[in-house]
């Protein structure tokens, strides 16, 4: 499996953008980049994924770097319901999801 | 809500006991899984099954023992465990295996055993 390298911990305020990076330098080219997040006390919840191009959905922004090596996770605003741990996961074909130690995100009010 | 229910949320063992713990999807998949996650650990996965055929045993010993009856239940049988076996069991379900499937997962058993 190809590996993901994420800070353990980031820190930021409320009502500011987040920018969450992952280092995946030895991605293939048929691997999608995953983020799930979570929550105190909850299973994970998937917050995006993405192969080459930027993606955005409701909850966040996926920016992809051209070569592909790394990628970071936005999130616009950040409210106190941001606070998690962030897995940045890569996934080929039907390969299972391998979750790191991620990176928890404290939001401060 | 993720459409993915377990029960029971909270379960104390003892290490003679045998007990399960169930899963339930409202989704419509076809693929559940079993994910351990114990304190300051990644997750691990247990067990896949995909239309109800179990298709990953990642090397968990027998005294834990799955079961899917149908492609929305899943059982996880547990007997005889040890008290390092605590950890939260997190159920999850996908419509398959393709590389950009979605998992869901549900809000797990946090298992003690004494």
């Known amino acids: 499996d190809a590996k993901t390298t994420q800070p353990n911990s980031m820190e930021s305020n409320e009502e500011e953008p987040v920018h969450l990076p992952c280092n995946h330098s030895?991605?293939?080219?048929?691997?999608?980049i995953h983020w799930y997040r979570q929550l105190p006390s909850q299973g994970p919840e998937y917050v995006i994924h993405?192969?080459?191009s930027n993606v955005n959905n409701r909850m966040a922004s996926l920016a992809i770097a051209e070569d592909r090596k790394s990628s970071t996770l936005i999130l616009h605003r950040a409210t106190l319901r941001d606070a998690a741990v962030y897995y940045c996961?890569?996934?080929?074909?039907?390969?299972?999801?391998?979750f790191g130690q991620g990176t928890r995100l404290t939001i401060n009010p | 809500e993720t459409g993915v229910t377990q029960t029971p949320r909270h379960l104390v063992m003892g290490m003679t006991n045998k007990k399960s713990l169930k899963c339930e999807q409202h989704?419509?998949?076809?693929?559940m899984y079993w994910y351990k996650q114990s304190a300051k650990k990644p997750l691990e996965l247990m067990f896949v099954?995909?239309?109800?055929?179990?298709?990953e045993n990642n090397s968990v010993p027998s005294r834990f023992s799955p079961e899917c009856p149908n492609s929305s239940h899943l059982f996880l049988h547990l007997h005889t465990l040890q008290p390092e076996d605590s950890a939260l069991y997190l159920c999850?379900?996908?419509?398959?295996?393709?590389?950009?499937?979605?998992?869901?997962f549900g809000p797990g058993t946090r298992l003690t055993v004494l």
């Open positions: 993405g192969l080459t």
């Open positions: 989704l419509g998949h076809n693929a």
């Open positions: 999850a379900s996908s419509q398959d295996f393709a590389g950009t499937d979605t998992q869901y």
């Open positions: 099954y995909n239309f109800k055929e179990q298709t």
């Open positions: 996961i890569l996934r080929r074909g039907a390969q299972k999801l391998v």
């Open positions: 030895t991605i293939s080219g048929t691997d999608y």
